[in-house]
């Protein structure tokens, strides 16, 4: 079946340090792939897309590519700040029926100091 | 924006008893979910409906029933809460956008705590 698997955390930088959180899907076919951020107390929140291979989604300084080649997703920022500080999720979505379900990754504890 | 809310956002409640997390989106979404999220993060399916009179087990057997009477409507049932069911409870919606790519948003989530 399908699977994501992220780097696992935590992850603890200081501000205005490179950011990279890894990020390796299993899926048949050509799946959607995204990040998604959740913030403490709160929901998750979309952060980037991608829905093709070498797409690169971005979004807030944030980016990731598409790399079928590898099966990767990583999220990268070049410069982090205090307010970056959350829980990061790697999703994909198959291609075919599969009623828009998503497909979670486990999750990656970000921490930020000044 | 996403506009989907969940109430209650904060539920402490004793063994045994009945309730009931609501989930309602104004954004006319046919597929829904409810995800239950561990201490560790992990998000786990539990639910999910692809439009009115349609409800499905997810991928973590859950003691929860769900209902679907109306599309913007989707709420959570535990007939005798256990203190095995604290958790956050996430509720997600999803329509067709694009070029068929489907984005889910989220609630705020509900935490619950069975004493």
């Known amino acids: 079946g399908d699977s994501v698997t992220q780097m696992e955390g935590p992850v603890t930088l200081s501000e205005e340090a490179f950011l990279t959180i890894n990020c390796t899907y299993t899926?048949?076919?050509?799946?959607?792939l995204f990040w998604y951020v959740q913030y403490p107390g709160e929901g998750l929140q979309l952060l980037l897309k991608?829905?093709?291979?070498?797409d690169k989604g971005s979004n807030k300084g944030f980016e990731a590519t598409y790399r079928k080649e590898t099966t990767s997703f990583h999220l990268e920022k070049g410069s982090v700040q205090v307010s970056d500080s959350a829980v990061y999720f790697c999703?994909?979505?198959?291609?075919?029926?599969?009623?828009?379900?998503?497909?979670f990754g486990q999750g990656t504890i970000l921490t930020v100091h000044p | 924006e996403a506009d989907i809310y969940q109430t209650p956002r904060y539920l402490v409640i004793g063994t045994g008893k009945k309730i009931t997390l609501e989930c309602s989106q104004t954004?006319?979404?046919?597929?829904m979910y409810w995800y239950q999220q561990d201490p560790g993060m992990e998000l786990h399916l539990i639910h999910y409906?692809?439009?009115?009179?349609?409800?499905e087990k997810g991928d973590l057997s859950s003691e929860s029933t769900v209902s679907r009477i109306r599309t913007e409507h989707f709420p959570l049932t535990l007939e005798s809460a256990r203190p095995s069911h604290t958790s956050q409870y996430l509720c997600?919606?999803?329509?067709?956008?694009?070029?068929?790519?489907?984005?889910?948003?989220f609630g705020p989530g509900t935490r619950l705590t069975v004493t």
């Open positions: 409906s692809y439009g009115v009179n349609s409800t």
């Open positions: 991608a829905t093709k291979a070498d």
């Open positions: 954004m006319g979404h046919d597929k």
């Open positions: 899926a048949t076919g050509y799946p959607s």
């Open positions: 997600a919606s999803s329509g067709n956008k694009g070029a068929g790519v489907y984005e889910q948003y």
């Open positions: 999703a994909l979505r198959a291609g075919g029926t599969s009623y828009g379900k998503l497909t």
